[in-house]
């Protein structure tokens, strides 16, 4: 078993917040949950640092570096960035990088058709597997939140996001 | 925010409006009300400190930023009722976009939120005194997710364990 998972990948699920990203595989759980930020440099174009690393940098970088959320409102605002921020998790979860990972991605639900292929696409060049699996966060939050969506009942959910407002 | 029934979403409202855009507010407040910049860091770390919807105990901070007449560094002390002010405009974005959901959803899943109450999830969920401003505008029960900041992961989690199941909930490509 080890073997075929470690071609195929993990199933993964990914929440690609605007500022936290957290990421749960398949039988494990929440294996990681860091801030949505990438710092690149801007001669090359490489990502320097990822997440927590990253959101050190913001407001403090040199000219050459730029740290940025590459989500903005929920959908992608730097397709570049956010690809390589979800190869940057891609790997860190696998600890490889041929992993083709069976992926499902949350987007804020109402966006365009655009948007939501732009989220699509970049997890697809990320590396995972195609088709990349898109599911609307007030279902998916619905679902964690342990309602029972399937049945005929009325069920409302209210996802405040975009930065948590208190530690816990 | 979203309306579900029989696994698809029935009637839904988004508002881009989230825990940035509160701190964006604090720090156009601070500017208009002490000439003082602030970093988006620092506002964050204000909101997470002072933040509430709800009159609650008032609760002072000291920040550092930048006074913008002199252009030298400057620390002010602001309270949680000043915070308040700053946050109340996204804050009523985002009650008039949940009034706007249950306007258009249908009256017998009206009925049956009314019985089970509005599920708060993600950050916002955790400002103080949230689920007391929602309840007070819009005369619903409302109650807060199991694990609001990962109840998003969780669930496409749970799609992912239950695939077979719940793949009626996910998109992929040759549907869009």
């Known amino acids: ?168 | 925010m979203a309306v579900i029934s029989l696994g698809g979403v029935v009637a839904n409202k988004s508002v881009r409006v989230g825990g940035d855009e509160l701190d964006n507010s604090i720090v156009q407040f601070i500017k208009k009300e002490y000439n003082v910049a602030l970093g988006l860091r620092t506002s964050e770390e204000l909101k997470i400190k002072l933040a509430s919807a709800w009159v609650t105990e008032e609760l002072y901070a000291e920040v550092r930023g930048r006074d913008l007449i002199t252009g030298l560094p400057k620390t002010i002390v602001t309270s949680s009722s000043e915070i308040r002010e700053a946050i109340a405009e996204p804050l009523s974005a985002i009650i008039d976009a949940v009034k706007m959901t249950l306007d258009v959803t249908p009256p017998e899943l009206a009925a049956d939120i009314m019985e089970k109450g509005i599920m708060l999830a993600g950050g916002g969920a955790l400002l103080n005194g949230m689920p007391e401003c929602l309840a007070h505008e819009t005369g619903m029960p409302v109650c807060i997710s199991p694990e609001p900041l990962h109840a998003v992961a969780l669930g496409s989690g749970k799609s992912l364990e239950s695939f077979d199941s719940l793949k009626g909930v996910l998109f992929s490509s040759n549907q869009v």
Request: with cysteine; hydrophobic share 45%; aromatic share 4%.
């Open chain 1, 1 to 168: 078993m080890p073997s075929i998972l470690g071609v195929m990948g993990r199933d993964m699920a990914v929440d690609l917040g605007t500022a936290n990203t957290l990421v749960y595989v398949r039988g494990e759980g929440i294996v990681l949950n860091e801030p949505s930020v990438v710092a690149i440099d801007i001669r090359d174009g490489s990502a320097l640092a990822v997440g927590t690393d990253a959101k050190r940098m913001i407001g403090r970088t040199p000219d050459h570096i730029r740290a940025s959320r590459p989500l903005r409102d929920g959908v992608i605002a730097d397709f570049d960035m956010c690809e390589q921020m979800l190869r940057h998790f891609i790997e860190k979860v696998h600890q490889s990088r041929l992993a083709k990972p069976r992926m499902v991605i949350c987007v804020p639900s109402g966006i365009t058709g655009v948007e939501q292929r732009a989220v699509q696409e970049a997890a697809e060049f990320a590396g995972a597997r195609k088709p990349a699996y898109i599911i609307e966060e007030p279902m998916a939050a619905a679902i964690g939140s342990g309602m029972r969506v399937q049945e005929p009942s009325g069920n409302m959910i209210v996802d405040i996001g975009g930065g948590q407002l208190k530690w816990q």
